[in-house]
């Protein structure tokens, strides 16, 4: 994937983000990593819907130097995600309804539905609340997404990885709807949670048919 391709990634991540309501305006941030040593980021401050494939901003995974401009206030996450997990491609940064009420009420969400456990993994845990855009911030994250594809960040939203810039996508898609679906539950009478070994074997069933699927970096 060149630079370019990165960047219009990116772009198109951010419409789709706004498209589906996982954020709006200038809120939440998406990436994609192009090589082993750079990815494309998000800028600070620009709406989606203005913003174009030159606005995206290339930050140097060792060193956080940014050219292009101004990288999103999260570019910690996502180096420290990227530096983290080999397997990241992309990442994308919610503020959506649903994973930020459960994010407020700092409840880890159990493997209610499939599509969570296969995608996000066993259970969707909470990070413990940092300042956002903060090296410990960062660090609470990685945590809660040992094991997972995502995680809740208190009182703030929820990131989720791919593969691939779709997968990113889906997999915050499904943290919307697995979130949404536990706080309805809840009011009817308390979700039930598949068994956690049961969980646990799905997303590891689903990440190994993907995996030789060789999904690539871009949508």
Known sequence: MTEREAKEAVRAMGLRLVELGLTAGTWGNASVRFSDAEMAITPSGTDYSTMTADDIVVVDLATGEARGGKPSSEKTLHMEIYRSRAEAKAIVHTHSMSASSVAAARREVPPILDDLAQIVGPTLRVAEYSIPGSKKMARSVLRAMRGRMAALMANHGAVAM??????????????????????????????????RFEAAIMHEVYLRKYSRQKKGPSS
């Open 162 to 195: 791919g593969r691939s810039a779709d997968e990113a996508i889906l997999c915050a898609q499904i943290v919307e709807k697995g979130c949404r679906a536990f706080v309805e539950a809840e009011f009817l009478g308390g979700a039930k949670s598949i068994p």
